[in-house]
Structures are given as structure tokens and as C-alpha cells.
């Protein structure tokens, strides 16, 4: 296990200490609320960096009842539940998830929420897969810096076997961002970002559909589609449509 930050950026300073009023207030609720809908929370803490997991999910009380039901912890506890295979990967997408929410200072950054799915392992040292959903929660100051001070996550049992499928949502115009994500070569830029059309490209190719077939159904021309696919395998330094798609498999995209 790396002791490298994954929830949380040990760069980030606040001006300010945060009002525990409110997150006790939140807490508590959050508490009420997982009980009541046997659902699993989680808030995390950016200011004091630790994190407060509230369990009543059956499904995933194997893998999180020892982390302690609404008490304080580290994100130790949490992601020591993954599975180490996969820890890179997670690593990225936290640290893609942290960046993206920390940095952003516009007026649509708090209609968001990320998904993806990751694998962790339960008390028995079997895997399951994990539905996460990462909110931005609380800001220290509404009027500048938008800095938030807590990150809410639901999780929930996943029906997906691949892990991955990092997916912005954008709840403003409905929207939905697909990360494709690089953490092979480092003079690569380390995500690229795709929309639904772009992965029908590839969904529709694996269901035998020529290129032009594929054009005219998604009403872009061959020309268009020729590109998207060019980009794409050029990022991934891919040499054909089937090592695309393996990929693209393997992050839960297809």
C-alpha cells in the first residue's frame, strides 16, 4: 500500500478552520438517513483529513464494519479495502477526482457528481465490486475561493465486473463526461475525456458494423468518425479497433 494521499490533497491550505457545527450537523443527519435507507455514506473531511463512514448497507457490511460506524478514521481504513491490483488505477482517479474538485472555481461546480466503480475486498479476502458517487459537499467560502471543505460519497453494491468507468455527471444539463484514463506513459497527458457518442464508435464496432454503417446511425460523416477513432487511438497508442475496445472494456466504458 502506497502512503501517497488519495482521498485527500496534502497541498491544499485552508484560510480559514471550518465551522464542526455544521459538519457535526450534517453527520448527523447523514447518520438518520443511512440507517432509515440502509444505504452507505461517506463524508470526508479535506480540513482535518479523515473520514466518517456511516454503514447500513448489508451487501457491504463484510467490507466496511470495520472501519467503525460514524466514528472518526483515516482513509487508511478505506482504501486499504481495495484490491492492491487495482490500487494504481484508483490512485488516478482519485487524484483526477481531487483535482477536479479542489480546483474548480466556477458557478457550476457544486451541480456535479462523479462514479466509477472499484473493486475491495471483504473480511473473507473476497472481492467485490463497489459503486462509489463523489460529491463536493460543503465550501469554506461561498463568495471566493469555492474550496469545498467536505466531500460527500455514496457507495453501493456494484453490478458491473470491470472496474473503472470514471463518468462526470453533469446535473445542469444532464450531461455525462467519460474519462478515459492513462497511467502507462508519463509524456502522455493522463485522461483523455469522451461523450456517448464517441464510445458508441466502439460499441457499435464490436457489433460488426462497418465504419460507414456507424457514421450514417450516429449522423456524423466517415470523415468525423475516422478522426474520433484516430484521436483516441492515438492516445492510447492502440493499433487497431479491437485493441481499442479491450481497453475501453477494461475501464468499464463498453
Not at 84 to 99: A, G
Not at 202 to 217: H, N, T, V, Y
Request: glycine content about 2%.
Amino acid at each position: 500500500m502506497t502512503n501517497a494521499p488519495i482521498l485527500f490533497d496534502n497541498l491544499i491550505r485552508y484560510e480559514n478552520t471550518p465551522s464542526y457545527e455544521h459538519f457535526d450537523h450534517r453527520a448527523e443527519n447523514l447518520r438518520s438517513i443511512s440507517y432509515h435507507l440502509q444505504k452507505t455514506f461517506i463524508l470526508a473531511d479535506h480540513y482535518k483529513k479523515q473520514i466518517r463512514i456511516f454503514n447500513n448497507n448489508s451487501m457491504l457490511k463484510s467490507i466496511l464494519d470495520e472501519t467503525g460506524n460514524g466514528e472518526y478514521t483515516s482513509e487508511l481504513k478505506l482504501t486499504e479495502k481495495i484490491s492492491t491490483s487495482d490500487l494504481s488505477l484508483f490512485t488516478h482517479i482519485f487524484l483526477i477526482i481531487n483535482d477536479h474538485i479542489l480546483t474548480r472555481k466556477d458557478e457550476s461546480s457544486d451541480v456535479f457528481y462523479f462514479s466509477f466503480n472499484i473493486p475491495m475486498i471483504d473480511s473473507l479476502n473476497c472481492s467485490h465490486m463497489v459503486e462509489f458517487k463523489v460529491l463536493p459537499y460543503i465550501y469554506t467560502d461561498t463568495s471566493t475561493t469555492r474550496l469545498p471543505w467536505i466531500t460527500y460519497f455514496q457507495c453501493s453494491e456494484s453490478d458491473s465486473s470491470n472496474p473503472g468507468r470514471l463518468t462526470l455527471h453533469n446535473l445542469k444539463d444532464k450531461s455525462e463526461t467519460f474519462y478515459l484514463l492513462n497511467n502507462e506513459s508519463a509524456h502522455l497527458h493522463e485522461f483523455m475525456t469522451l461523450k456517448q457518442s464517441d464510445l458508441e464508435i466502439f460499441e457499435l464496432a464490436c457489433q460488426g458494423f462497418s465504419e460507414a454503417e456507424i457514421a450514417d446511425c450516429l449522423s456524423i460523416s466517415t470523415g468525423t468518425l475516422k478522426r474520433i477513432k484516430s484521436s483516441i487511438m492515438m492516445y492510447l497508442n492502440t493499433q487497431s479497433t479491437a485493441q481499442t475496445i479491450t481497453i475501453l472494456y477494461q475501464q468499464g466504458l463498453i
